[in-house]
């Protein structure tokens, strides 16, 4: 698989500054996810694309966090205005078809934020 | 309680020592498992899925119990190369949780 990009890699701003990360997932995966994984945890689904839909925001903190995959491609994802507790790794990734069981999953290289 | 529970480690051990990872997840609809390795400042990657009937991958072998919701991990014959952290991931419906990882540090 050509992989998938993520922008940037690293990212230092000051609380209540806003921030935007941008995702572009292998070439015909329809299913795009942002994940959130904090110093010594677990990756944390924030939301999930099929196609330009969202199937799945129910971990996103809507009231600062937003996300979008306009034409089912490329995704970004936008902190407005961060928060200390935001310092983490954003992950984004990517499947083939619906995300089904045997769909695995492929993770790019993740941007590291840190709110000062 | 956590959906996907692992001990965060870290597990020292010298090469060629067999070491086995536990997991236990809290969702007895959970569909689909697997284990991911995570290199230090990088991402996840698929190292296997685990089935009821369990399964072999070289020096990996990974175990499934859903009557006792439980997922193993077994490393033969360690390599320096095998420290990572590995996360135990449960697939509900759509949506993967991963475990918080378990850390692994094989020493010469």
């Known amino acids: 698989e050509a992989g998938v990009a993520q922008s940037p890699r690293y990212k230092i701003i000051e609380k209540r500054q806003s921030v935007a990360f941008w995702c572009n997932p292998i070439?015909?995966?329809?299913?795009l996810y942002w994940y959130q994984q904090i110093l010594g945890q677990g990756p944390k689904l924030l939301i999930q694309f099929q196609n330009n839909g969202v199937v799945d925001d129910s971990q996103l903190p809507k009231d600062r966090f937003s996300a979008e995959r306009l034409k089912g491609v490329d995704s970004t994802l936008k902190i407005q205005p961060a928060k200390l507790e935001d310092s983490a790794v954003y992950l984004c990734?990517?499947?083939?078809?619906?995300?089904?069981?045997?769909?695995?999953?492929?993770f790019g290289p993740g941007t590291r934020l840190t709110v000062l | 309680r956590k959906e996907v529970e692992q001990d965060p480690g870290p597990f020292n051990v010298p090469e060629g020592a067999t070491v086995a990872f536990n997991c236990t997840y809290s969702n007895s609809a959970s569909q689909s498992f697997f284990w991911y390795r995570q290199d230090c400042r990088k991402e996840p990657k698929l190292l296997m899925s685990?089935?009821?009937s369990g399964n072999e991958d070289g020096r990996f072998t990974a175990q499934l119990n859903r009557a006792s919701q439980y997922i193993s991990l077994l490393i033969r014959d360690s390599k320096l190369s095998d420290s990572a952290t590995y996360l135990c991931?449960?697939?509900?419906?759509?949506?993967?949780?991963f475990g918080t990882g378990t850390r692994l540090l094989v020493s010469p």
């Open positions: 991931v449960v697939k509900d419906f759509q949506k993967l949780v």
């Open positions: 990734a990517a499947a083939g078809t619906s995300g089904g069981a045997n769909n695995e999953q492929f």
């Open positions: 070439s015909g995966h329809a299913t």
């Open positions: 685990v089935y009821s």
